[in-house]
Each structure stands twice: as structure tokens, then as C-alpha cells.
Nanobody, 121 residues
Framework: QVQLAESGGGLVQAGGSLRLSCAASGRTFSSYGVGWFRQAPGKEREFVATINWNGASTYYSDSVKGRFTISRNNANTAVYLQMNNLKPEDTAVYYC??????????????WGQGTQVTVSS
């Protein structure tokens, strides 16, 4: 089973950038899709971005398209979420998850603990 650990969250001003990392241990991501999701206070967890097993396909929510980029390293031990032009509404706990290449949370089997991203106005 893959264990996931997110890092890279923090406090940033609107318009700034952060790069989140999702590191795999136990096994690699090599046969899995990996997704990023986020949950803002008082809201449901929502899909952000996903990447397929070899990095050839990606998909983004409309709210982050053009600002966020998901990628994975060649060793398939990490997946990244580069977040540019951050907005206060991006404030949330960000989770990575491995499973199928999908926008649905139900298709992901393993989840990290999350990392807090706070964007100040």
C-alpha cells in the first residue's frame, strides 16, 4: 500500500505562488493516477487536479485551470502541484490521493493527511 505525505503548504499573499509536493512511500505511484483535492472551512472537499500513471494526461477543475499545474517525477515517487496567481478563495487544506485517473474522490484509495494553504488578501 502506498503511504502519502503532502508538504509545501503555508501562508502566501494573493498573487503569490506555492508548490505542493506529495511523496510516496511503501510503494511508488507507478501504476496509479494521483489527484489533488482541497477542503475549505465549512465546505465539502473538492477536486482540484489529477494526473494519470505516466504523466501523459492531466485534468483540472475550472477554478484552477491556467493557474495550477500538476506533474510527477520520472521515478514516480512524487507528484507536485505548482500553484500560481493564488487567490484568497484557494485557501484550504490540500490533500493528495492515489488511485484511478479520475475527478471523483471515490476512485482514490490512499490519502495523505493534508497540508494547509492560506492566501491572504
Amino acid at each position: 500500500q502506498v503511504q502519502l505525505a503532502e508538504s509545501g503548504g503555508g501562508l502566501v499573499q494573493a498573487g503569490g505562488s506555492l508548490r505542493l509536493s506529495c511523496a510516496a512511500s511503501g510503494r511508488t505511484f507507478s501504476s496509479y493516477g494521483v489527484g489533488w483535492f482541497r477542503q475549505a472551512p465549512g465546505k465539502e472537499r473538492e477536486f482540484v487536479a489529477t494526473i494519470n500513471w505516466n504523466g501523459a494526461s492531466t485534468y483540472y477543475s475550472d477554478s484552477v485551470k491556467g493557474r495550477f499545474t500538476i506533474s510527477r517525477n520520472n521515478a514516480n515517487t512524487a507528484v507536485y502541484l505548482q500553484m500560481n496567481n493564488l487567490k484568497p478563495e484557494d485557501t484550504a487544506v490540500y490533500y493528495c490521493a492515489s488511485g484511478r485517473f479520475s475527478i471523483s474522490q471515490e476512485d482514490y484509495y490512499n490519502w495523505g493527511q493534508g497540508t494547509q494553504v492560506t492566501v491572504s488578501s
